[in-house]
């Protein structure tokens, strides 16, 4: 078990600020809560200096901008740490300005794409990591020695997993690979909440058209105002499946709502004649067209650019789905171009070849 100090004071967030400095190598990862809420709750941020580790207490009483500002600034390494830097963001209002993710530069190594911070700690260094806090309620406090325990050992190993990466990815030339997609994750536009695109959020709006697409996407925008506001869960305000069967059938009165399966009394009491509303005037038409069934030649054309994915990636070593996806494929077939496939790294390595298959 690793040494930590919890740190939960001003006194103790000054000294640990102190020792963060530009460009330093720090492990992170960070414990929150969603499950009940629209924005996750940042409840712990780990942290490998290097030299010791800390669990800081973002709940606690503290004025946090100064830790954010210099944590920040430092070089961050984590493990799938696209939610880490959501909610670090949203916490923080502000993005990191480097990062390095271990779970993208071991998938560059040939192992699993979405390998597991346990199974790469197993894999590297022959420890079995305890599973017992997996479901921990982060937001309690105080929080018992063993939960923190628990969370210290997720950057115990992070930054001697990200030498040993980076050495092995160095070496095969790799390693800007897996810094280009690290960078990704830093891109804002990720993170930010779009009202005008919480359509792309509901499942099964994508095969809506005409009137029916018109009024889910105002239905979308909608639930995701609301959500926001009341800082709950989307499915909480509405189920997907509820907004797809008003967005279809269009029911005109109240009792033709309440008859909708799945819709809430309190949301047929309160915003009743609101949706009723949206579904008679959703404003203006959409010319948003469904994505066509691919054809037979589609389908040939499809199988013939995944086969040639897969012939690179196996010379690679490195599964085919980290080169290029199979939706990416098929949304190339139809003429999309903006895809990571045909950018950086992976232009030369994949996406050349691809488009002279697509040219043909």
């Not at 095969?207 to 996407?217: D, F, H, K, P």
């Not at 609301?226 to 279809?248: F, G, S, Y």
């Not at 009394?265 to 609101?274: A, K």
């Amino acid at each position: 078990m690793a040494a930590f100090d919890y740190v939960d004071d001003l006194h103790g967030l000054e000294d640990l600020g102190s020792i963060l400095q530009a460009d330093q190598l720090i492990g992170l990862d960070t414990e929150f809560m969603r499950e009940k809420t629209y924005y996750a709750q940042l409840c712990l941020v780990q942290l490998n200096t290097g030299h010791h580790i800390y669990c800081a207490d973002p709940l606690a009483d503290m004025e946090l901008a100064p830790f954010w500002q210099k944590l920040m600034q430092c070089q961050l390494v984590v493990h799938s740490g696209r939610q880490d830097i959501e909610v670090l963001y949203q916490t923080a209002n502000c993005m990191p300005s480097h990062i390095f993710d271990t779970q993208i530069g071991a998938a560059f190594l040939g192992h699993a794409p979405q390998m597991g911070y346990a199974n790469l700690v197993k894999t590297l260094f022959s420890v079995e990591l305890p599973k017992s806090h997996t479901r921990a309620d982060w937001s309690k406090r105080p929080l018992q020695q063993a939960v923190l325990e628990y969370a210290a050992e997720d950057v115990e190993y992070l930054l001697p997993a990200y030498e040993i990466l980076t050495e092995q990815l160095r070496e095969l030339g790799r390693l800007n690979w897996a810094l280009e997609d690290s960078a990704a994750m830093l891109d804002r536009s990720l993170y930010a909440s779009e009202h005008g695109t919480a359509i792309n959020r509901v499942k099964g709006a994508r095969n809506l058209s005409g009137s029916a697409r018109s009024i889910a996407e105002v239905l979308a925008e909608w639930r995701e105002r609301r959500a926001e506001t009341r800082n709950r869960p989307r499915q909480w305000i509405m189920k997907d499946t509820v907004l797809l069967e008003l967005a279809i059938d269009q029911p005109r009165s109240l009792s033709a709502l309440g008859a909708v399966e799945g819709m809430s009394e309190g949301t047929l009491q309160r915003q009743g004649q609101q949706l009723l509303q949206i579904i008679k005037e959703p404003g203006v038409a959409t010319d948003y067209e469904p994505p066509q069934r691919p054809d037979e030649a589609d389908k040939a054309l499809l199988k013939v650019l995944a086969a040639r994915v897969a012939i690179i990636a196996k010379d690679l070593n490195v599964a085919a789905e980290i080169l290029a996806p199979r939706k990416e494929l098929a949304d190339a077939i139809c003429g999309e171009r903006a895809s990571r496939v045909f950018s950086g790294w992976r232009q030369q390595v994949v996406g050349d070849q691809l488009l002279e298959l697509l040219e043909n």
